[in-house]
């Protein structure tokens, strides 16, 4: 099955500087990329997400870019601000797949 | 619009007692799942149904039964409930299969 790596676990960055969070997947039948945030207590949100045919997807100070060849995605955050806060997680399917395999999560730590 | 709604929000049991965890969306969404939220492991697919009569496997589904009651409701089932089910429970749906899921705000289970 499908394996997704994701990397680094934690990580902090001073409020108005970028942050990128970087992901493997192991399966190249894999066609779909979402990213999720989630905040304290809750259940994760879609912030963003990539379909294979595409190379980089932005929307305002988050961006998706993807390198089918090398099965990794990253996650771009600019201006990071405090709301940025969160766990962050990426994930991958295949077409036609009910099963989203999921990264074990970045803990996003901005500092004011 | 509530979205993905889940009931109870806080369970504890005790080793060998039996639950249901309900979930209800009022998204008209075909697709419904659960999963289930360790630290350090990410979310993992316990089952799904791709639509109305159908449900299948995931990745982790020993110890558990799902029911989907009718388009909008998908419950998950503990029938003897044991620690290593100690988790958060998350429901979620999607319009169908490759596309963004929806997330509940999750059930905080502890078993004893």
């Known amino acids: 099955g499908e394996n997704v790596e994701q990397h680094p676990s934690t990580l902090s960055v001073q409020e108005g500087d970028s942050a990128v969070i970087k992901c493997t997947y192991s399966?190249?039948?894999?066609?779909?990329f979402p990213w999720y945030k989630q905040e304290l207590g809750k259940g994760p949100q879609l912030i963003i997400d990539?379909?294979?045919?595409?190379g980089e997807k932005k929307d305002q100070r988050i961006a998706v870019t993807l390198n089918k060849t090398a099965k990794h995605f990253s996650l771009h955050i600019t201006e990071t601000q405090p709301e940025d806060s969160a766990v962050y997680f990426c994930?991958?399917?295949?077409?036609?797949?009910?099963?989203?395999?999921f990264g074990k999560g970045t803990k996003l730590s901005v500092i004011p | 619009n509530a979205g993905v709604t889940q009931t109870p929000k806080f369970q504890v049991l005790k080793t060998g007692q039996s639950m249901t965890l309900q979930c209800a969306q009022d998204?008209?969404?075909?697709?419904m799942y659960w999963y289930r939220q360790d630290p350090g492991m990410g979310l993992r697919l316990i089952y799904y149904?791709?639509?109305?009569?159908?449900?299948d496997k995931g990745e982790v589904p020993n110890g558990y039964n799902v029911s989907r009651l009718n388009k909008r409701e998908f419950s998950l089932r503990l029938e003897s409930a044991a620690p290593s089910q100690t988790s958060v429970y998350f429901c979620?749906?999607?319009?169908?299969?490759?596309?963004?899921?929806?997330f509940g705000n999750g059930t905080r289970l502890t078993v004893t």
């Open positions: 979620a749906s999607s319009e169908d299969g490759n596309s963004p899921l929806h």
């Open positions: 399966d190249s039948a894999s066609n779909y």
């Open positions: 990539i379909r294979s045919n595409v």
């Open positions: 994930a991958a399917s295949k077409a036609g797949s009910y099963q989203l395999t």
């Open positions: 998204m008209n969404h075909n697709s």
């Open positions: 149904s791709a639509s109305e009569g159908t449900t």
